[in-house]
């Protein structure tokens, strides 16, 4: 029995609709997203927080509504904030041009807004040093949880910034022995790395 022959011309016809239906699918992506943008951006506050939410969900894709998601954070309304921060986090290293807008934030009141802020700023992963020397100032003080979630981020920075073992040194000094123990924790994970916070582990 002879192969299944087809034709130059139907291939291409084939390829030809793989194609365009790829094309449409991202055109109809990029549409949803530009909507879900202007709503961020001129909505009621609760739709403010849904598009944030599905912006977030979107992942990598929406990096381009990274802008207005940065510009979110500063938001007159708590959770169309922390929406903004997750979303931020959820889009990842794409979502870099946000990274000064986040630590900003950590200089403000907002303590839920703080932790997500912390958060996103680890999943971005990006600008390491400006990030470490925003949340280095967290550790002084404050909220022990806002703290521990500030030590989890530095130690997942680990080696990339050399602020991060100062950073933790300082918060074995903290006057709150959940603080000591998770930066100590920290400082062990980290290995010969953090060989120079030796002596004030001891």
């Known amino acids: 029995m002879s192969g299944l022959k087809v034709s130059p011309v139907l291939f291409f016809v084939f390829i030809g609709i793989f194609f365009s239906g790829s094309v449409e699918i991202r055109c ?4 949803q997203i530009m909507n879900t943008i202007n709503v961020l951006k001129t909505g009621r506050d609760i739709d403010r927080k849904n598009a944030a939410d ?3 969900d979107m ?3 929406a990096k381009a509504a990274v802008p207005a998601l940065a510009a979110a954070l500063q938001n007159r309304v708590n959770f169309v904030r922390w929406s903004a921060a997750d979303a931020l986090g959820k889009i990842g290293p794409s979502a870099k041009d946000a990274v000064p807008a986040l630590c900003s934030v950590l200089k403000g009141e907002d303590i839920a807004l703080k932790k997500r802020a912390v958060f996103a700023l680890g999943e971005i992963g990006l600008d390491v040093e400006k990030s470490v020397l925003a949340m280095a100032d967290l550790l002084k003080g404050g909220s022990a949880a806002l703290q521990k979630r500030v030590i989890d981020t530095l130690a997942k920075f680990g080696t990339a910034s050399k602020g991060v073992i100062p950073a933790l040194t ?3 000094k903290h006057q709150d022995p959940f603080v000591r123990w998770n930066a100590s924790r920290a400082l062990g994970d980290m290995g010969v790395a953090a060989i120079s916070a030796i002596p004030f582990l001891i």
Not at 28 to 31: A, H, I, M, V
Request: without cysteine.
């Open 54 to 56: 599905q912006l977030g």
């Open 170 to 172: 300082t918060a074995l």
């Open 59 to 61: 992942g990598e894709k």
């Open 28 to 31: 109809q992506e990029g549409s």
